[in-house]
């Protein structure tokens, strides 16, 4: 063991799901820490802080834990360049950063602890997460010593503070949503700034690279916390007083695009509400505000994190509505497949799949659609289609993932009633009128008028048949409707029913 380190009493930072320098609450307390060791030290200029608590960053990457949790190729390939760049930008601050390869979280607490023995880390700074295995994982490094402080900053509230009267949380987003901006209003969201320099710069680190088995590059996005910012003042700017009306049509450029670089932490849910609280100071306390609908957004995703914690099950895949336990999923391989695929001969269905297997990313109207079809007009298991796209997004959030599929399942918190299933003819029609988005992601079909361009891909089902895959051709190749909305609809409606309230 290194004496000098063991005596120094220096400070760790580990990035996770906060992969950026500004509203970096634990970041910030771990510089504001060594500054305060060094000032009781006695350790004020650049050659005091040369010998005095210094700080490290590091990152810990586990290739067989993000295999078991699915994460999506395209998704680690942004999270690395991420990385890459957070070391460029620390050397500035002159805090080193160092890349750690474990196979799987159960490695870590053991080698923290030694790690923080043999550097001389007194304390190790990171932000909380709400996942299941990750609160393990950190119960797990506290029970072995090592001096972890977590922040809360997931969320703009934390988890646990948004209540009702019982005490308890929310199981309807509405009433949440409504104390939620109760508390908010009674909150300075005032975004922290990048932490000053905490030692002289340190040359520029090497080019590091993650140990995965497949790549997928993420380069249709641009990379940075600039670029992230950009983004969002261009939407506050531009788009946010349309979004009510133009979020829900997938052919417009009518929504923020910055759920890749929340979901990694790239930008903080408070640098994103303080920054539509500029522009729309009223947003939290007036209705008819054109910041609310984007407002509301947030707020549901701090609801499905705020859940993820309240319910730790919901990590495990379980149905939060139990009764859902009983429903009898056909799980037909080959038509989920087709699903995958975009072969489902429902144009807007399968448009917004191949948008998902092209740029790791889909619309949030598709996301419903896509799901609502799977879970309602073939009923295969939610479960199924929420490991697909956490598989292939590269905004993979489990919170907002999970929640979403069982709301459109019919068997998650405030989900849609089971009988509500999505007509993704009418869906079609409405959402992408001309066909544009439709025809950009299913270019054979250009030719097709626009009436049958919304309509499945029928051939005439004999009456006695099964609702099964047709592989008969047609004259574009687009394969044949997989099954027939009506009949599916009242197959849902029986095989859904056990979710009837009683």
């Not at 949790?69 to 070391?87: K, M, S, T, Y």
């Not at 019982?166 to 975004?191: H, L, N």
């Not at 380069?219 to 531009?238: D, K, P």
């Not at 929640?403 to 509500?420: E, I, L, N």
């Amino acid at each position: 063991m290194n004496q000098h380190a063991q005596a120094q009493q220096h400070a760790l930072m580990w990035f996770r799901q906060d992969l950026r320098l500004n509203d970096n609450q634990a970041l910030s307390a771990a510089c504001d820490w060594v500054r305060e060791q060094n000032s009781i030290h006695g350790s004020g200029g650049n050659d005091d802080l040369r010998q005095g608590a210094k700080l490290k960053a590091i990152f810990i990457a586990t290739p067989k834990q993000w295999q078991r949790h699915d994460v999506a190729p395209i998704q680690l390939d942004f999270i690395e360049r991420h990385v890459n760049l957070l070391a460029l930008e620390l050397a500035d601050l002159g805090i080193e950063f160092e890349l750690i390869e474990l196979d799987t979280f159960d490695e870590i607490p053991y080698f923290l602890s030694i790690y923080c023995q043999e550097n001389g880390i007194a304390r190790v700074f990171a932000g909380s997460e709400p996942e299941i295995n990750e609160q393990r994982r950190d119960n797990a490094c506290l029970k072995v010593g090592v001096p972890l402080l977590l922040t809360n900053e997931h969320c703009l509230l934390a988890p646990g503070s948004v209540l009702n009267l019982s005490g308890d949380m929310y199981r309807v987003f509405t009433p949440f949503s409504r104390k939620w901006r109760e508390i908010a209003c009674q909150r300075a969201i005032i975004p922290l700034s990048k932490p000053s320099p905490v030692s002289t710069p340190i040359p520029d680190p090497s080019q590091f690279r993650f140990i995965r088995s497949n790549h997928c590059s993420s380069e249709h996005w641009a990379a940075g916390e600039v670029a992230a910012r950009e983004m969002l003042t261009s939407f506050i700017e531009q788009k946010v007083q349309d979004y009510k009306q133009d979020r829900d049509y997938p052919a417009l450029d009518g929504t923020s695009s910055i759920s890749p670089y929340l979901a990694i932490g790239v930008l903080s849910p408070r640098q994103c509400i303080a920054a539509l609280l500029e522009r729309y100071p009223e947003a939290l306390v007036d209705d008819t505000s054109q910041g609310r609908a984007w407002l509301n957004e947030l707020v549901w995703r701090e609801f499905y994190r705020h859940l993820l914690v309240a319910f730790p099950e919901l990590s495990m895949s379980r149905n939060f509505n139990r009764l859902a336990d009983n429903i009898r999923w056909r799980n037909d391989e080959t038509e989920f497949r087709a699903w995958c695929e975009g072969k489902t001969g429902y144009p807007i269905v399968d448009a917004a799949m191949r948008q998902l297997n092209q740029i790791g990313w889909m619309h949030n109207r598709l996301r419903m659609v896509v799901a609502s079809f799977l879970t309602k007009h073939l009923l295969i298991d939610w479960r199924w289609g929420e490991r697909y796209f956490r598989q292939h997004l590269i905004d993979g959030d489990l919170a907002a993932n999970n929640g979403g599929w069982q709301w459109s399942a019919g068997c998650g918190c405030d989900a849609q009633p089971y009988f509500r299933i999505f007509n993704p003819i009418n869906q079609s029609e409405k959402f992408d009128p001309d066909g544009s988005f439709i025809r950009h992601y299913l270019p054979e079909l250009a030719s097709w008028g626009i009436k049958r361009l919304h309509q499945p891909n029928l051939l005439p089902f004999h009456k006695n048949s099964e609702l099964s895959l047709f592989d008969m051709p047609t004259e574009s190749d687009y394969p044949v409707a997989i099954v027939e909305h009506s009949k599916a609809r009242e197959r849902a409606l029986e095989v859904l029913g056990v979710l009837k309230k009683a």
